[in-house]
């Protein structure tokens, strides 16, 4: 039963390139969640999507970021025209369920942006 | 050069001896909080929860007490090994907050031969 699985696990850009980061969720999850984490700090909500949903997206900053779910595939969280302050670990976290039950984290991406 | 950012507190603690690693919550209404481990290079990985009815619960080797009175939640180790090196964060579910994790600032433990 495999877990969350994330992918590029790195991914190096140069500012105003886009940055693409995909997540599987487990089988049987249907809740996504992002959540971004700068070096040496806790992780910060950024998105919850459920299947062509989304649930709150009150961390995502309002411009250059957007995250989708669709019916079939990954979850992708989009960033485009990355500066270098975007440069950080990105989370994807999924659960079968909503509310007070454990979120299963991926291994993330780490991006880096030159 | 100077750091830049906020460095994470340090637990150190002889292989053998008890952890305790603390942290302090400032939302009243949260009903839900889990213990985080965080190895270098990896994702959290869960150790234990507790829900806001109840105290205490106990793991294998993990003990997390909850005082709702002064918002604060402590994870306890048990004959701390040195794979239980990492870094341990809270992280809170409000009511009303859509499942929405909030983590604390984390507590780097090291744990010395």
């Known amino acids: 039963n495999a877990g969350v699985m994330q992918n590029p696990r790195h991914l190096v850009r140069r500012r105003g390139q886009e940055a693409r980061l995909r997540c599987s969720p487990m089988?049987?999850?249907?809740?996504v969640y992002w959540y971004r984490q700068l070096p040496e700090e806790g992780l910060k909500f950024m998105v919850y999507?459920?299947?062509?949903?989304?649930?709150?997206e009150s961390g995502m900053p309002k411009e250059r970021f957007s995250a989708e779910f669709p019916k079939e595939g990954p979850s992708i969280l989009r960033i485009q025209q990355v500066v270098r302050g975007d440069s950080a670990a990105y989370f994807c976290a999924s659960s079968p369920v909503t509310g007070d039950y454990e979120q299963y984290f991926g291994p993330g991406t780490r991006l880096t942006v030159t | 050069g100077e750091s830049v950012g906020l460095h994470l507190p340090t637990l150190s603690v002889q292989e053998g001896d008890n952890s305790i690693i603390n942290c302090a919550y400032s939302n009243s209404a949260s009903d839900y909080f889990i213990w985080y481990k965080q190895e270098s290079g990896k994702g959290p990985q869960f150790i234990i929860d507790?829900?806001?009815?109840?105290d205490k619960r106990q793991g294998q080797r993990v003990t997390v007490l909850l005082n709702k009175t002064v918002k604060h939640l402590s994870l306890q180790i048990a004959a701390t090994q040195p794979g239980d090196s990492a870094v341990y964060f809270c992280a809170e579910i409000g009511t009303g907050t859509a499942s929405k994790l909030t983590f604390g600032t984390g507590t780097r433990l090291q744990v010395t031969l």
């Open positions: 999507l459920q299947k062509e949903n989304i649930i709150d």
């Open positions: 507790i829900r806001s009815n109840m």
């Open positions: 089988k049987g999850h249907s809740h």
